[in-house]
C-alpha cells in the first residue's frame, strides 16, 4: 500500500496574516467566500430591474416621465462596468450595481461587461445605438503606425458620462427636477473630492456639472484646487444642512453614497406631501429600493469577509 502523502490539500490550506498582531485567535489569508456576497449581490440587481419595469408600465400614459430614471440607472451601470474594467475584475464583479433597463437589458450588459477594454465596450455600445455612447468615444489612434494609443484616465470617462447625462434628463415635474439638482450637486461634491487628492487634475474648469442648488462653480472650483482637508471644508459650508456636509468628512467607504440617498429620499418624501399625485412617490420608491441595494450589499462583503478571518 502506497504512504498517504504528507502535503496537505492546497485547496484547505491557509496561513495567518503575518501583518496583524497575534489575537489568540487564527487569522486566515485566504479569500473571503465571495459565494454569499454574489447572491444578495444578483438578487438585489434582479429586484430593481423588476420594479423599474414595473414602474415603466404604470407610467405608461406619462410617455417619458421615467426616461432620466431609467438613463441614471444606464450611467450607473456603465460606470459600475467601467471601474470594473480598470481594476481587472472578473466579469460577474463588473456587473456589481448595474440594473437592467430597456436601452440596457441583462444580455447587453452581460456583453458589456465581458468587453475586453475600454475600447470594446465604447464600440459594442455605440454598436447598440445607445444615447451614452458617444461619451464613451475614444479618440483615435496615433497617426504613427504601431504607437500605442493615448491611455485614457477612467475617472475622464465616468466625468463624461455625467456631462452626457445631465445634457439629455428632461424632468417630468418638479419633483425630478429637483432629484435631477442634487444628483448634479452630489456628483460635483464626489468629483471635487477626487480631484482634490489628484492634485487638482483634471482641470476642474471643465468638470463642473451645472444645473444643481447647493454647490455652485466658485466652491467647487475652490474645493478640487484645495488640499483634500480644505475641499472637505469648502463643500460642507456649500451642502451646510445637509446629510452631506458630514459625509465629506466621513472615512468608511459608501458613507457617502448613502448620505446622497437619504438627502434624496427625505426630500422626495417632502416632495409627495406636497403634491400626492405627483411623480415624487415613483422616485422615493426607485430610491428606497436603491439604498435597500446599497445595504444588502455591504451586508453581503461584511459576511464574506468575516468568514474568512
Not at 10 to 24: F, N, Q
Not at 147 to 163: N, S, V
Not at 206 to 215: I, M, N
Amino acid at each position: 500500500m502506497r504512504a498517504a502523502s504528507s502535503r496537505a490539500s492546497p485547496a484547505r490550506t491557509c496561513s495567518p496574516r503575518s501583518s496583524a498582531p497575534s489575537t489568540g485567535r487564527h487569522s486566515c489569508a485566504c479569500p473571503p467566500d465571495r459565494a454569499p456576497a454574489d447572491a444578495i449581490e444578483r438578487a438585489a440587481r434582479d429586484r430593481a430591474a423588476a420594479d423599474l419595469a414595473i414602474l415603466t408600465r404604470w407610467t405608461r400614459e406619462r410617455p417619458g416621465a421615467l426616461a432620466p430614471i431609467a438613463l441614471d440607472e444606464d450611467r450607473r451601470s456603465l460606470r459600475a462596468i467601467i471601474r470594473g474594467l480598470a481594476a481587472g475584475a472578473p466579469v460577474s464583479r463588473r456587473l456589481a450595481g448595474t440594473v437592467a433597463t430597456p436601452a440596457l437589458p441583462a444580455s447587453l450588459l452581460e456583453t458589456l461587461a465581458a468587453a475586453a477594454d475600454l475600447a470594446e465596450l465604447a464600440r459594442l455600445l455605440e454598436l447598440h445605438g445607445h444615447p451614452l455612447a458617444g461619451a464613451l468615444a475614444l479618440p483615435p489612434p496615433a497617426a504613427t503606425p504601431g504607437a500605442p494609443r493615448t491611455a485614457i484616465d477612467p475617472f475622464e470617462l465616468e466625468l463624461r458620462l455625467a456631462h452626457a447625462f445631465v445634457a439629455r434628463a428632461r424632468p417630468a415635474d418638479a419633483a425630478m427636477r429637483v432629484y435631477l439638482a442634487q444628483l448634479v450637486d452630489a456628483e460635483n461634491a464626489a468629483a471635487a473630492l477626487l480631484v482634490s487628492v489628484r492634485d487638482g487634475q483634471p482641470d476642474p474648469a471643465r468638470l463642473f456639472l451645472a444645473g444643481g442648488e447647493r454647490l455652485g462653480r466658485a466652491p467647487f472650483v475652490a474645493a478640487c484646487r484645495g488640499a483634500p482637508s480644505q475641499a472637505r471644508d469648502h463643500l460642507a459650508a456649500a451642502l451646510a444642512g445637509t446629510p452631506l456636509a458630514g459625509a465629506v468628512y466621513a472615512a468608511e467607504p459608501g458613507a457617502f453614497e448613502e448620505a446622497v440617498l437619504d438627502w434624496q429620499l427625505a426630500t422626495q418624501r417632502r416632495q409627495r406631501r406636497r403634491d400626492p399625485l405627483g411623480f415624487a412617490a415613483v422616485l422615493e420608491h426607485v430610491l428606497r429600493r436603491r439604498r435597500e441595494a446599497l445595504r444588502l450589499r455591504r451586508t453581503g462583503w461584511r459576511a464574506a469577509l468575516g468568514a474568512a478571518s
